[in-house]
């Protein structure tokens, strides 16, 4: 049984880490916490739907199709709506990003309707494996975990080895400086953007096949994954997989003990860890010298 | 090389600059000086087009190698061959000294001649090749100075701009980064120098110019400036009416109407 429950817990705890990991992007580019990060990635999803049901795509390019559109949605929101913004304080860069999330709701609301609706990945939450006696896998799990590893090692060499990886980590450190280093800060944000809204989206089209599809089922597994960031410090890739990890593992136990209260864990978590330690349990901290 | 002719600098409703000319020549080193909000690092920010407003400076105008770079993005700037060292480092405390030397070279393609590059930075800043791995937050405050100045000689410069880079380090560091500034000027970089640090600024400048409230009061030569009387006062605090103890009291009582000579 308890097996069965770390690997439920850290396949959901890997999605809520692959969601976690758009928010701390676009944190640490920009000092900006996005709450559109979970209706950008249902409104991807929707498209992934859309295609899916009414063109009949083969699921693979409907999947490219996609991963496009989120990275270029992501790109239109940043230069769309805050880099308008004039002399912007974090709190209105925050207020600016809640006014897109309820944009993107109503879109798909009007554009798609309101009911739930179903949405098929070929890793099936139903198909299921048994690979030790008393440990059920699904393939869905399996899709969860491979996805996640894939996607953490391409974010890992793209962050240490590729030029614009770099020039992203050390605009998000200091960007007067990456400035003067002749890098075009502007593009960098919008890359961010881009790539987040992509995380946002895979994960997304993950919680959809699990669950249901409609305009509002990104709101609760993003505010689980805004906690699993703020258990990973806000600030670091690998800390924030690993606060989703074990976000999913403390909801999953939490809630094979006492089910009634499992969608409120997260959330005691979030208040808990900002109490004992607000930066996070993997930040890190420079103190700048003089 | 560079020229500046008559820039006003706004910060909203504040002139900072109240037109500003000089001229650097090839292979000069140059040298800004002036106390606390003189406008020094006001002039390096306009030239390198990095403060908050993009429509500053906004009269007068900035050549460099005869084009004219006042409304240049900061990017194109850095490609002509501009280089800046900001006050207080700036490095990237995250990034590995090597990420950082990297960093500098953004915005040239030639890999191998960046690593050749960052050869002929190790070899002025040995300290930097042992440190190579580490994160740069973690290094001191001189090499952290060495870093930023390895990493904006990355871009290949023509002109490098170093803002105080005196600044929190012990007389003898000083020594040293003032020694590798010119082992750099002799390999064939002009170099624009803002400093505090009169006395040591003005040993190594081919020409110096003062600056005072927003606006330049001096131009000339160091050897000029070094014997005289109000610049001695002023801002080498040599008084020989301080150098008793009885003088010093007195000096003290005076103080408050000793500023009265001002340059203009």
């Known amino acids: 049984m308890i097996g069965q429950l770390i690997v439920e817990g850290l396949a959901i705890g890997a999605c809520y880490g692959l969601m976690a990991i758009g928010v701390v992007i676009i944190y640490k580019t920009s000092e900006v916490v996005n709450f559109a990060q979970g209706e950008m990635a249902m409104f991807s999803t929707f498209i992934a739907y859309h295609i899916l049901s009414y063109y009949h795509y083969p699921f693979w390019l409907a999947l490219i199709i996609t991963m496009v559109f989120a990275i270029l949605l992501g790109m239109f929101i940043e230069f769309a709506f805050l880099r308008p913004a004039k002399e912007p304080t974090a709190l209105g860069l925050i207020v600016i990003t809640l006014g897109a999330e309820m944009l993107l709701m109503g879109l798909a609301g009007w554009k798609w309707g309101a009911e739930q609706k179903y949405f098929e990945i070929p890793m099936s939450f139903n198909v299921t494996h048994e690979p030790i006696k008393g440990v059920i896998i699904s393939d869905w799990a399996i899709g969860v975990f491979v996805i996640a590893a894939i996607l953490m090692t391409l974010l890992y060499l793209f962050f240490k080895y590729t030029r614009v990886g770099v020039a992203m980590k050390a605009t998000q450190q200091n960007k007067n400086a990456a400035k003067i280093m002749g890098v075009r800060v502007e593009r960098m944000f919008s890359l961010a953007w881009g790539l987040s809204s992509l995380m946002g989206a895979i994960a997304a089209m993950f919680f959809a096949s699990r669950a249901t599809l409609d305009p509002n089922f990104m709101m609760e597994p993003f505010l689980r994954a805004f906690a699993a960031a703020v258990l990973g410090g806000l600030m670091s890739i690998p800390g924030v997989l690993i606060g989703g990890g074990l976000l999913g593992l403390i909801e999953n136990f939490f809630g094979y003990v006492w089910p009634e209260w499992k969608p409120i864990v997260a959330f005691l978590v979030i208040v808990l860890v900002l109490c004992v330690r607000p930066s996070g349990l993997f930040a890190k901290h420079y103190i700048k010298k003089v | ?264």
């Open chain 2, 1 to 264: 090389m560079l020229k500046v002719k008559n820039i006003e600098t706004w910060y909203d409703l504040i002139r900072a600059l109240h037109g500003i000319s000089f001229e650097v020549k090839e292979g000069d080193i140059v040298t800004l000086l002036g106390s606390n909000g003189a406008g020094k690092t006001t002039t390096l920010k306009s030239i390198m087009q990095i403060l908050e407003d993009n429509d500053q400076p906004e009269k007068g105008f900035i050549e460099f190698l005869g084009e004219r770079i006042d409304r240049k993005d900061t990017e194109e700037i850095v490609r002509m061959g501009i280089s800046y060292v900001p006050e207080g480092r700036e490095v990237f405390p995250e990034l590995t000294v090597l990420e950082n030397l990297q960093m500098g070279a953004y915005t040239r393609k030639d890999r191998r001649e960046i690593k050749k590059d960052i050869e002929d930075v190790f070899r002025h800043f040995p300290i930097l090749r042992e440190r190579q791995k580490q994160e740069a937050g973690y290094m001191s405050g001189g090499e952290q100075q060495m870093l930023a100045i390895g990493r904006a000689l990355m871009s290949r410069p023509k002109l490098l701009m170093l803002d105080e880079p005196s600044l929190g380090l012990s007389p003898l560091l000083t020594k040293q980064i003032f020694n590798i500034i010119r082992d750099i000027n002799k390999g064939g970089v002009t170099i624009l120098l803002v400093e505090q640090n009169v006395n040591m600024a003005l040993k190594y400048a081919d020409f110096a110019f003062l600056m005072e409230s927003g606006r330049i009061v001096r131009a000339d030569k160091p050897e000029v400036l070094l014997e005289d009387e109000d610049v001695k006062r002023f801002y080498l605090g040599i008084d020989t009416e301080e150098t008793t103890a009885d003088g010093y009291r007195k000096a003290q009582s005076s103080k408050r109407y000793r500023r009265k000579v001002r340059f203009r």
